[in-house]
């Protein structure tokens, strides 16, 4: 399934209540479809790895796309210049804890983790 196909079926399983509870919960409810997090993993499942889709759906400003990409993505492409780049889209707590356990934490690059540790820490503390 490609970028497109895969926002479409997304929007499929829009939710208008959950976006609304998700709201509550510090969630930003823009672009959001209100797609739970169980049915975001089968998806991912059924996609498997794949880094360039990664990045299409990251791109695409979808919060559920971008709870969706590093969950697809491959750790050992992820560069540097890839997890600072999502840092700096992160706007809200749910982004960076799906990024940071679902992808950035598997990196192979110890140094590639201490600079975005660095990097969310100080997103956080802006905010």
């Not at 939710?15 to 998700?22: E, I, L, Q, S």
């Not at 479809?33 to 299409?56: F, T």
């Not at 999502?86 to 679902?102: G, H, L």
Request: proline residues 4%; contains cysteine.
């Amino acid at each position: 399934m490609n970028g497109e196909g895969i926002l479409k079926q997304l929007k499929s399983f829009s939710n208008p209540d959950a976006v609304a509870g998700m709201a509550r919960f510090g969630i930003n409810p823009t672009n959001t479809y209100g797609v739970s997090i169980p049915v975001l993993r089968k998806m991912a499942k059924q996609i498997g790895k794949n880094h360039l889709l990664a990045e299409r759906l990251w791109n695409s400003d979808i919060y559920e796309a971008r709870i969706l990409a590093p969950m697809i993505d491959s750790p050992e492409m992820v560069t540097e210049r890839q997890m600072e780049s999502w840092v700096k889209d992160f706007d809200s707590w749910d982004i960076c804890d799906q990024c940071c356990s679902n992808l950035f934490d598997k990196t192979k690059s110890d140094a590639i983790r201490e600079l975005t540790s660095e990097a969310v820490q100080k997103k956080l503390a802006r905010k």
